[in-house]
């Protein structure tokens, strides 16, 4: 971009443009060596949670394709969660895990996801009431209804539910090696991942001691402006 544009010569939106695409990717960059470092699973993301809102609230199913689309998306979901699965447990080996207590809600959460039929004889699981519900909306066959729920049902059971059953193991061993505490000064690049995590947020070179002193600053004159609007 550099060497092909000159932003002299750009207008002043593009100049803006410009410049904002020069910021993101230096974080990129300076973000680059700590690629590793997040979380694959966490109480507020991850696929274990992502994969069914998207499937239930998002994946629109108006008409025969897009319902072969939604199974093919359960069949693919098995190999997808192994992977992730996989790079879960080799940043656990090098320390990157998350904080003791959030184990138990990922855990949870991919439990819910495959209980209920056809993963076991209780209701409908979520997807898989999501699915029919949605197939039985269709203007199709009944015969063409039943063929796409028994795919649905068949990469439920032989792909999606090994794979979930995996994440929960692997969560449960990483639950069991889980050390104390919530910093990133748990890692062993903890202290260099946070300094660029707080350059990144804060977009300043301040410490983290000078943005904690701005706002207890900040604090006290918020307070002494009230006290002399109460007086």
Do not use: C
Not at 162 to 179: C, D, G, N, S, T
Request: charge should be negative; proline fraction near 3%.
């Amino acid at each position: 971009m550099e060497s092909d544009f000159d932003k002299a010569n750009l207008n002043p939106s593009s100049q803006l443009s410009y410049r904002l695409f020069q910021a993101r990717a230096e974080r990129a960059a300076e973000a680059f060596p700590f690629r590793r470092n997040h979380y694959i699973f966490d109480q507020m993301n991850g696929v274990q949670s992502n994969f069914p809102a998207f499937l239930i609230n998002i994946h629109r199913v108006d008409n025969k394709a897009e319902a072969g689309a939604y199974v093919s998306r359960l069949y693919a979901a098995g190999p997808t969660v192994e992977s992730l699965v996989r790079q879960a447990a080799e940043r656990a080996n090098d320390g990157i895990m998350v904080p003791d207590w959030v184990f138990a809600y990922v855990i949870n959460d991919a439990k819910n996801v495959i209980s209920g039929a056809p993963f076991d004889s209780g209701e409908d699981s979520p997807i898989f009431a999501d699915l029919k519900k949605k197939v039985e909306a269709l203007d199709i066959s009944e015969a063409e209804k039943a063929d796409l729920i028994a795919r649905g049902e068949e990469a439920l059971v032989d792909s999606l539910a090994p794979a979930y059953r995996k994440l929960i193991a692997e969560m449960e061993r990483q639950q069991k090696i889980a050390v104390d505490g919530d910093g990133v000064w748990r890692f062993k690049d903890g202290a260099a991942y946070y300094a660029e995590r707080l350059k990144n947020y804060t977009t300043t070179d301040l410490t983290a001691g000078q943005i904690h002193q701005i706002g207890l600053d900040n604090v006290a004159r918020i307070h002494g402006e009230m006290r002399k609007i109460m007086a």
